[in-house]
């Protein structure tokens, strides 16, 4: 640190970045002080999702069967499909942020922009997903009706699901109150995930409008960092999800 | 920007390497639902959990920039992982353990679910 204030043209008209706050000595101090002020905040975060992480263990510890049970009503190509979304836009923030550092203003904006787009597509994933739920009577509450699923299979021909799995120690109106938990969990978990992608998309559009105004350069680009370091962690919160809701049980 | 500064925060990676990131992520994620399908008894849970941490691991480390970052980054993120584990270990130790709350317990009732029957209600 102290060799870059003992820089030779330190105090020469030019020397502060316009960006620069008053009450930091240098840029590098400046940014120093935006990372650990981001991850504190993101630490928050993961401790705001750890408690619903925490409800899901316990009751998963709890209730397994009914886990594995509902767990199966989820669409493996449609979660599979939005984990490979997720992680795409993860690089393309990951590049904008790399555009920023070496001043490429116009390949900021495009990667922000693309960025947006996987996002807005992950999340109209989650629509046709949600859509499905509610169709299928697997949304909790007064509607909720596990064997609604089963039911409407038979009806229209098909084997009913549950013959090719293994034997559940449930009955199935403990299944129709313990799947319910689940569901519970799967909404909250993944709502509060799709709200986050919202703000992050929101937060992005801004960005996008700054970059391409020229705020940024090579020396000062602290929020397309910034919005960076929020999308990665929203990035690996889906990291999580994906096989805790998806994945319970698929191999019997 | 001098040299200093680009080995502080402002760390430039190569393209490259975010690329091998990505792909690395995506097999990360083809694992994942790989092994989901393979009968691995009481280790499905901690393969799974095993690849979602290393993949956690990839985005912070490169993707995040924690690597290029001040020891100081490294602690406050240490700190709330930290937390984290407390979170998750106490609360998980106290709830499977414990016997003052009545833990619910579906497997004693006798397996009904060979074949399933509508649901009246």
């Known amino acids: 640190m102290s060799s870059t204030v003992a820089h030779a043209d330190h105090g020469h008209a030019h020397a502060h970045h316009p960006a620069q706050q008053h009450h930091f000595d240098t840029m590098a101090q400046q940014k120093e002080a935006a990372v650990i002020g981001m991850w504190l905040f993101l630490l928050t975060e993961i401790l705001f999702f750890g408690g619903l992480f925490v409800a899901y263990m316990i009751y998963r510890v709890w209730y397994f069967d009914a886990f594995a049970e509902a767990s199966r009503r989820l669409s493996l190509f449609w979660g599979g499909l939005n984990t490979a979304v997720l992680i795409g836009s993860s690089l393309t923030m990951a590049l904008a942020v790399r555009a920023a550092q070496t001043n490429k203003r116009k390949a900021t904006v495009n990667w922000l922009i693309l960025t947006m787009i996987l996002g807005c597509v992950f999340l109209g994933v989650k629509v046709i997903e949600y859509e499905d739920k509610f169709a299928n009577h697997e949304v909790p509450g007064y509607n909720f009706d596990f064997s609604y699923h089963e039911r409407h299979a038979a009806a229209e021909g098909h084997a009913p699901e549950a013959s090719e799995h293994r034997e559940l120690s449930l009955t199935p109106e403990q299944l129709q109150n313990t799947t319910q938990l689940y569901f519970s969990l799967y909404f909250t978990m993944t709502g509060l995930h799709a709200l986050h992608m919202i703000i992050g998309v929101g937060i992005m559009l801004v960005i996008t409008w700054m970059a391409h105004k020229g705020k940024f350069d090579g020396v000062y680009y602290t929020p397309v960092e910034m919005a960076g370091l929020y999308w990665h962690f929203v990035d690996i919160v889906w990291i999580f999800l994906f096989p805790l809701l998806y994945l319970v049980e698929r191999h019997t | ?121």
């Open chain 2, 1 to 121: 920007m001098s040299d200093h500064a680009s080995h502080g925060s402002g760390h430039i990676s190569p393209i490259s390497l975010y690329i091998t990131i990505f792909l690395a992520l995506m097999v990360g994620t083809a694992l994942t639902v790989g092994a989901a399908f393979v009968d691995l008894g009481s280790l499905n849970f901690p393969v799974a959990m095993l690849i979602a941490v290393t993949k956690a691991v990839l985005v912070v480390w490169y993707f995040m920039h924690v690597k290029w970052q001040s020891h100081l980054t490294k602690l406050t993120l240490a700190t709330g992982l930290f937390f984290l584990a407390i979170l998750l270990g106490m609360m998980l130790i106290d709830y499977t353990s414990k016997d003052f709350i009545a833990m619910p317990r579906p497997t004693d009732a006798a397996g009904q679910m060979a074949a399933p029957e509508p649901a009246s209600h």
